[in-house]
Each structure stands twice: as structure tokens, then as C-alpha cells.
């Protein structure tokens, strides 16, 4: 069994690597944070002329992401190319710049039942919060409860496709820690079209892509530490060669092991259309975990620089905070993974 990864899927992480490097630089992300929008536009378009994310595979989407995480790069590419993967699966055409996964209510856990409403006709009315790109996107791939086809009086869920700009749509914006702009977004009788029943798959989607965008935050989030830990010296000597230094660093290389191979296995699963749910839960409890411990190792190596605005730790702790809880933290994929050994 081959495990390396193809030559297109590396190809594909070299260029974004190559693209981020040159775009997504200190003075930039501080220029975009300063317009007041945590959405670099400029970067958006360069990497949509480089890519088209229709045509890439799951694993090669994966790695743009892991290569975007590592520069902590202000584009919500983790939800467009999860909302692109799951319209590809339905066979259909992603014509959208920008798409944002409206799924997060103010409920306690989630994958849950959506609070959002379809009516017959397919018009949604409800609320979704913190639905990151929202504000810019040009389509919504909502979560909501409607008619059971099957039956006659029965509901299930489902995913809908919403044209933001659509009457009975109202969009506020909503800020979140790490200086991004997310949207609460209402809808009153708005008109939508469903897409399918495959809430579970497009969870999974969603949460695998923010994982793998994880996994690059906790990369780049060691090697900035690691680094610093060489250069700055006290007491005539690198705080790398303390004893307490090196094993936190030790401990967060450990974590990035673990985080890198639950990924893969879910990302291969999703790909080739196998079961995955536990396999995706597995993954995210590891990005959320090795998120947690990766954030506050960058921040208290690093002191005092750790938490100051003009330095970069910072950016690493405040995204790898969000993606931690982002579509469930650890204890809800603890439980989903109990639910499914209770099964079995």
C-alpha cells in the first residue's frame, strides 16, 4: 500500500506555499487587519487564479489548506472549499467567488438539528451566527429542517443553496477574536433550492477542512516557537536548552505527529466516499487538543512578544483557538466517537 502523497497533491501544496510566501507576509496581514476586514481580497483572487477548486481532489485541497494554516493566511478557504467538495459530490457546477456554510446556531452542540425552517415551497426563515465570509460571500450553502419527501407530516434536514443578495436575507456583521469578520445572517421566507440531504457529509466536509487548516496553524505555530526558541537567550544561554522549553517543544512536535496522521485517514476515507464519521471526529479531537497545547506554548515561550500586536505568535494562538472549537471541540467529538464504540 502506497501511503505518499501524488505528485499532483504536492505540486498543488508547492504552489500555494509559493503564493502564500510572497502574499501573505507580517506587513500585509497587519495592512489588511487595519482595513478593518480580516479578508484579503488581493490574495483570494491570486490563489483563484492558480487554482481552480472545482477540479482539485480532497487530499490536494487538503494540503492548500495546511499550506494556508502555516502562514495563518486571512481567506475562509476552509469553508468555501468544503461548501466546493460538497457540491462536486452532487455533481454540481461551483460558480460562486466566494461561498460560506451558513450551519452554527446558538445551541450547545453541533452537528444538531438546524433551528432554520423550510417551508414547502423551499423558503427558509431562521438564523445562522458566526458564518465566516458571510458578509462577502456570493452564496450560502444553509442547513436547514424541512418536508420529509418521504413521508407525508414527517421533517428532516437538509442543505440549501441561498443567493445572499436574495430579499428576506439580512446579513450583520459579528467579530470574532482573531480580527475576522464573521456574518449573522437572518432569513425571513427567503427563497433557497435544495440541494440534497447529506447534512452528514457536509459536517464531515466542513470539519475536516478546518482540521487540515489546523494542522497548518499548529505547523507554523511550532516552527515560529522552535525558532525563537534558538535566538532568544537568557541567563548567557538559547531558552531552547532549557530542559522545560525543549520538552514543551517536544511534546507539541508529538501533537503535530498526531494531528498530521488522523488527518490523512479521514481525508482518504472522505475521498474515496468511505464511512468516515468516527475517522473525522478522531481527527478534529486531535486539532482541537493539539490546538489548545500549541497555542499556549507559542504564547508562553514567546513572553512577553507572545501577546504583543506587532509580532506574529499572536495570530497563531487567536486562529488556532477558533479552529479548536470551530463545528465542535474536543469534548463533543470525544462524544461522538463514545457514541459510535456504544454502537459497536
Given at each position: 500500500?502506497?501511503?505518499?502523497?501524488?505528485?499532483?497533491?504536492?505540486?498543488?501544496?508547492?504552489?500555494?506555499?509559493?503564493?502564500?510566501?510572497?502574499?501573505?507576509?507580517?506587513?500585509?496581514?497587519?495592512?489588511?487587519?487595519?482595513?478593518?476586514?480580516?479578508?484579503?481580497?488581493?490574495?483570494?483572487?491570486?490563489?483563484?487564479?492558480?487554482?481552480?477548486?472545482?477540479?482539485?481532489?480532497?487530499?490536494?485541497?487538503?494540503?492548500?489548506?495546511?499550506?494556508?494554516?502555516?502562514?495563518?493566511?486571512?481567506?475562509?478557504?476552509?469553508?468555501?472549499?468544503?461548501?466546493?467538495?460538497?457540491?462536486?459530490?452532487?455533481?454540481?457546477?461551483?460558480?460562486?467567488?466566494?461561498?460560506?456554510?451558513?450551519?452554527?446556531?446558538?445551541?450547545?452542540?453541533?452537528?444538531?438539528?438546524?433551528?432554520?425552517?423550510?417551508?414547502?415551497?423551499?423558503?427558509?426563515?431562521?438564523?445562522?451566527?458566526?458564518?465566516?465570509?458571510?458578509?462577502?460571500?456570493?452564496?450560502?450553502?444553509?442547513?436547514?429542517?424541512?418536508?420529509?419527501?418521504?413521508?407525508?407530516?414527517?421533517?428532516?434536514?437538509?442543505?440549501?443553496?441561498?443567493?445572499?443578495?436574495?430579499?428576506?436575507?439580512?446579513?450583520?456583521?459579528?467579530?470574532?477574536?482573531?480580527?475576522?469578520?464573521?456574518?449573522?445572517?437572518?432569513?425571513?421566507?427567503?427563497?433557497?433550492?435544495?440541494?440534497?440531504?447529506?447534512?452528514?457529509?457536509?459536517?464531515?466536509?466542513?470539519?475536516v477542512c478546518a482540521a487540515a487548516e489546523q494542522l497548518g496553524v499548529t505547523e507554523?505555530?511550532?516552527?515560529?516557537?522552535?525558532?525563537?526558541?534558538?535566538?532568544?537567550?537568557?541567563?548567557?544561554?538559547?531558552?531552547?536548552?532549557?530542559?522545560?522549553?525543549?520538552?514543551?517543544?517536544?511534546?507539541?512536535?508529538?501533537?503535530?505527529?498526531?494531528?498530521?496522521?488522523?488527518?490523512?485517514?479521514?481525508?482518504?476515507?472522505?475521498?474515496?466516499?468511505?464511512?468516515?464519521?468516527?475517522?473525522?471526529?478522531?481527527?478534529?479531537?486531535?486539532?482541537?487538543?493539539?490546538?489548545?497545547?500549541?497555542?499556549?506554548?507559542?504564547?508562553?515561550?514567546?513572553?512577553?512578544?507572545?501577546?504583543?500586536?506587532d509580532g506574529d505568535a499572536h495570530r497563531y494562538f487567536t486562529a488556532a483557538k477558533?479552529?479548536?472549537?470551530?463545528?465542535?471541540?474536543?469534548?463533543?467529538?470525544?462524544?461522538?466517537?463514545?457514541?459510535?464504540?456504544?454502537?459497536?
Amino acid at each position: 500500500m502506497d501511503f505518499l502523497f501524488t505528485p499532483e497533491q504536492d505540486e498543488a501544496a508547492a504552489l500555494a506555499a509559493e503564493i502564500l510566501a510572497d502574499k501573505a507576509t507580517v506587513e500585509r496581514m497587519k495592512a489588511v487587519e487595519a482595513a478593518g476586514d480580516r479578508f484579503d481580497h488581493e490574495l483570494w483572487a491570486t490563489l483563484g487564479d492558480a487554482f481552480d477548486w472545482s477540479e482539485l481532489d480532497l487530499i490536494e485541497l487538503a494540503r492548500v489548506l495546511v499550506e494556508v494554516g502555516r502562514k495563518v493566511a486571512p481567506v475562509p478557504l476552509a469553508t468555501h472549499g468544503a461548501c466546493v467538495a460538497f457540491l462536486g459530490g452532487l455533481g454540481r457546477a461551483a460558480d460562486a467567488a466566494v461561498y460560506a456554510a451558513a450551519v452554527a446556531e446558538e445551541r450547545d452542540h453541533l452537528p444538531a438539528a438546524p433551528t432554520v425552517v423550510a417551508d414547502a415551497q423551499g423558503a427558509l426563515t431562521g438564523a445562522k451566527t458566526l458564518v465566516r465570509g458571510g458578509m462577502t460571500a456570493d452564496a450560502l450553502l444553509v442547513t436547514a429542517t424541512g418536508p420529509d419527501p418521504s413521508t407525508d407530516s414527517g421533517t428532516t434536514t437538509a442543505v440549501y443553496l441561498v443567493d445572499p443578495s436574495s430579499a428576506g436575507v439580512d446579513r450583520k456583521a459579528q467579530r470574532t477574536s482573531d480580527g475576522d469578520r464573521s456574518a449573522l445572517i437572518t432569513f425571513t421566507d427567503a427563497p433557497a433550492e435544495l440541494l440534497g440531504h447529506e447534512v452528514l457529509r457536509f459536517h464531515e466536509l466542513l470539519t475536516v477542512c478546518a482540521a487540515a487548516e489546523q494542522l497548518g496553524v499548529t505547523e507554523g505555530a511550532l516552527a515560529l516557537t522552535s525558532e525563537y526558541a534558538k535566538t532568544r537567550e537568557q541567563f548567557g544561554r538559547p531558552i531552547g536548552t532549557f530542559q522545560a522549553v525543549s520538552q514543551r517543544l517536544a511534546d507539541g512536535f508529538i501533537d503535530v505527529l498526531g494531528q498530521r496522521l488522523t488527518l490523512w485517514q479521514a481525508v482518504w476515507r472522505l475521498q474515496e466516499v468511505l464511512p468516515a464519521a468516527v475517522e473525522v471526529a478522531v481527527a478534529k479531537l486531535w486539532a482541537a487538543d493539539a490546538g489548545h497545547r500549541l497555542a499556549h506554548t507559542t504564547v508562553h515561550v514567546h513572553g512577553g512578544v507572545g501577546i504583543d500586536l506587532d509580532g506574529d505568535a499572536h495570530r497563531y494562538f487567536t486562529a488556532a483557538k477558533r479552529f479548536e472549537f470551530l463545528f465542535g471541540g474536543a469534548t463533543d467529538q470525544a462524544l461522538t466517537i463514545g457514541r459510535a464504540l456504544s454502537r459497536t
